[in-house]
């Protein structure tokens, strides 16, 4: 067995910082400034840059800066997530074409990205910024010598056009459909001095309502949210002193594509030229049009201000937490703590947006040929879909979210499902006459399974509210890991969390109603000989299928209502509250087996066949923390690691893998720091935050959020008022660290030679609570 700790009082170091320490961290995050001296050759290159929900690849090309522009929500019918265009801009003379110097670096610590170029006597600097508190992309020139600026605005969509068999991974509930998909195209045109871009979704072709009639659903349409109806997305293009300068096609690549192009009105020595992006539904095109417009009158604010509240947001952000690994910059272990600096800064690019970051590339996806050369496909490609949720994937994108104090970012994720509720309850209350929320594994971001995986060759006889997949069948139980997250915002910060608690009691009352449903059906009791729910038909994440009494189930069941149990009592009345002692009393026990002569956790009390290749048996570890340092029965949790043969044979750290965070919770340092290293090393992309495809597409937010755990873990754990420092951090990496913990806590220390320099405690009442493990 690995190292085991000896536990050390935290007592023995207090130490105030200052702003000697200010100083440090700040030059620690410039250390981690990525700069290229020579341009991309293509988009696969390209560096992301972004703000409050908006997202832009920047790289340079053949003297050209180029930008790929999203945003977050900008579905089309097929629900694709739509790029909103490509941006191309070209000075003449242009100091970037065979330019001698080039320099192209990203500054995180004020969150934009600045391009210089030098050829002969004329310089050029190019900044590329995004509003946080508007909706503007922003590319400010200035050059040494007058030069003349064209802009362009390209788009690949403006003709409607069959989607190919390979394309409809990008609007996965088409995936197979024995219909013909139309990607529908673009308006674009000049409005006076702009360019004007927009796509709204045609009424009749949404894949709302091909779910919903797939579905058997339409007796209750009236009843069911609607997010696609008028929903449309576009923008405006603009510069000072720019003009229209005329239209013409060109090809990226191997796509086709039309351009309306500005140019300015004369040479300068600066230029500014801004995208604003607007999505919304609306009742018709024109009030779509009238919102842009008034968006326009609000975005006039001097640019000199909007740039510098802009970079006090990011530097706001920086000082919530952060994790400097101390090391030669050629080491794997420094490039973790690099790109974990990274992947925040990708996650903040969507701070606020109307929905959550996706798992499967985010704001930050570019040209699929350069991902897997077999897709040769327009930049809207993804696989697992624009507007499809995973709920195993997308967990991992905001647990992290919690330790590092970026609570606001949360908000999306739990709207995303408070939103959806109305439609997991129809559909409960439709199928089976019980109450109760059902989210399916993989669903539309309107609330209702992927019509791919609800499946297209059903037989007539199967309950029509199962989806007909060998791999989703019966796997309900992954939203009570976000139950958990906001029972864990409301401990970590205090914050009210009552518009989620009705919520979080439906998904808890769809297990009980919809297991004592399916016992009815089966026989007349409801109930075990003790007394419990028996959760059959379930599933063990994707993996242990058909299963009895999942691991993942009763941990979350427990977990979950138990601190529902421990909330202030304002949350609840008597009566809901008993109700929630009654379940907890119906949930039965987890399920252990003997392997090769130690006792394990097993990931169900049976199971008919494995699909995948998950561990749900250590789920009780992570995310459940019923198992792990401090707590009764760790050398189970531990020899499940060990010894269960499927979770030796399945371990990894490519994308979801949650192996590194599993060893973390068990106080396994070595292979902790192993799986975390693997996950959070340089990707073979240019940017090194880029991982992927792994099992999903790159840029795969799946290992930079796990990766980002494992690490998060390793430094500091949580349970309740306990606070676990170092519990598995090899002592040989020097690390300077703040982040976050229950009871509005802060943490921030310094480890040096493998010995604890500093340690700040906010409260410091919370000193005593914690328990500094070295090895």
Not at 227 to 246: D, E, H, V
Request: charged share 20%.
């Amino acid at each position: 067995m690995q190292t085991i700790f000896r536990y050390i009082s935290a007592g023995i170091f207090i130490t105030i910082f200052g702003t000697q320490c200010a100083n440090a961290r700040q030059q620690e995050l410039d250390n981690y400034n990525i700069t290229w001296n020579s341009q991309s050759r293509n988009s696969a290159g390209s560096m992301p840059c972004g703000g409050s929900d908006i997202g832009v690849n920047v790289w340079m090309e053949n003297g050209e800066l180029l930008c790929y522009l999203s945003r977050s929500g900008t579905f089309d019918e097929n629900n694709t997530l739509l790029k909103q265009g490509r941006l191309r801009i070209k000075l003449t003379p242009n100091p970037f074409e065979a330019s001698t110097t080039f320099r192209q670096t990203l500054h995180l610590k004020e969150g934009y990205i600045n391009i210089t170029g030098i050829k002969g006597k004329q310089t050029a600097n190019i900044r590329v910024w995004v509003d946080v508190y508007r909706p503007v992309v922003h590319v400010d020139v200035n050059s040494r010598q007058p030069v003349t600026a064209t802009a362009r605005y390209e788009n690949w969509r403006m003709q409607d056009r069959p989607l190919s068999k390979m394309e409809l991974l990008a609007c996965t509930g088409y995936k197979g459909a024995p219909v013909t998909v139309t990607a529908y195209h673009d308006k674009v045109a000049f409005e006076n001095d702009k360019v004007l871009f927009c796509h709204r979704n045609r009424d009749d072709a949404l894949i709302f309502d091909y779910t919903v009639q797939q579905q058997g659903l339409n007796p209750i349409k009236a009843l069911l949210w609607n997010p696609q109806q008028g929903l449309t997305s576009g923008g405006l293009l603009w510069g000072s002193n720019m003009q229209p300068a005329g239209s013409d096609t060109g090809r990226y690549l191997h796509i086709p594509y039309t351009y309306w192009q500005l140019q300015s009105t004369r040479p300068a020595r600066a230029h500014h030229i801004n995208v604003l992006l607007h999505v919304a539904q609306t009742p018709s095109p024109e009030a779509w049009h009238m919102e842009l417009q008034q968006r326009m009158q609000t975005v006039k604010a001097p640019e000199r201000i909007a740039f510098q509240q802009t970079t006090a947001w990011w530097k706001q952000y920086w000082n919530r937490s952060y994790i400097f690994i101390d090391r030669d910059t050629a080491d794997a272990v420094w490039q973790t703590g690099r790109n974990y600096q990274l992947f925040r800064y990708m996650l903040g690019c969507n701070a606020y947006g109307a929905y959550p970051t996706k798992f499967n590339g985010g704001l930050f996806t570019y040209d699929p040929v350069f991902v897997n050369d077999k897709f040769p496909f327009t930049p809207d490609h993804r696989n697992w879909g624009g507007g499809t949720f995973t709920a195993q994937n997308q967990r991992l994108v905001y647990w992290p979210m919690l330790k590092s104090g970026d609570f606001d970012m949360m908000t999306s994720q739990f709207q995303f499902y408070q939103q959806a509720l109305q439609n997991a309850t129809a559909r409960s209350r439709f199928y089976w006459g019980h109450e109760g929320a059902c989210f399916t594994e993989q669903m539309e971001n309107f609330g209702l399974p992927a019509a791919s995986e609800y499946g297209w060759k059903r037989p007539s006889w199967f309950d029509k509210g199962v989806e007909y997949n060998n791999w989703l069948e019966y796997e309900w139980d992954t939203v009570l890991e976000f139950c958990l997250m906001i029972l864990d915002m409301e401990r970590f910060r205090g914050k009210d969390i009552s518009r989620y608690i009705p919520l979080i009691k439906s998904c808890l009352t769809f297990f009980d109603e919809h297991y004592q449903h399916l016992a009815r059906q089966r026989g007349s009791k409801t109930l075990d000989g003790n007394g419990h729910l028996v959760l059959y038909p379930g599933s063990a994440c994707e993996t242990y299928k058909m299963a009895c009494n999942s691991a993942t189930t009763i941990a979350g069941l427990g977990t979950v209502t138990r601190r529902m149990l421990e909330l202030p009592g304002r949350y609840f009345t008597d009566s809901s509250r008993e109700q929630l002692q009654s379940l907890l009393r119906r949930i039965p026990p987890l399920t252990f087996r003997n392997v090769q002569g130690y006792t394990t956790i097993a990931p169900a009390q049976s199971w008919e066949r494995v699909n995948n290749q998950e561990t749900p048996q250590l789920y009780p570890v992570f995310p459940y923390g019923i198992f792990g340092i401090g707590k009764p029965g760790l050398d189970t949790a531990v020899n499940t690691w060990l010894h269960d043969t499927d979770a030796v044979k399945h371990r990894s750290a490519t994308g979801w893998k949650q192996d590194n965070i599993f060893c973390a919770r068990l106080g396994l340092t070595d292979s902790a720091a192993h799986y975390t290293v693997e996950k959070l090393k340089d990707a073979g992309t240019r940017f090194p935050a880029f991982w992927g495809p792994g099992f999903d597409w790159t840029p795969d937010h799946n290992q930079g959020g796990s990766g980002m755990i494992g690490l998060q873990e390793m430094l500091l754990q949580t349970d309740n008022r306990h606070l676990y420092l170092f519990p598995a951090w090899p002592a040989a990496w020097d690390v300077h660290f703040k982040l976050h913990a229950p009871y509005n806590t802060t943490v921030e220390g310094v480890l040096k030679n493998g010995k604890l320099v500093t340690l700040k405690v906010i409260p410091e009442e919370r000193r005593k609570d914690i328990q500094v493990m070295l090895p």
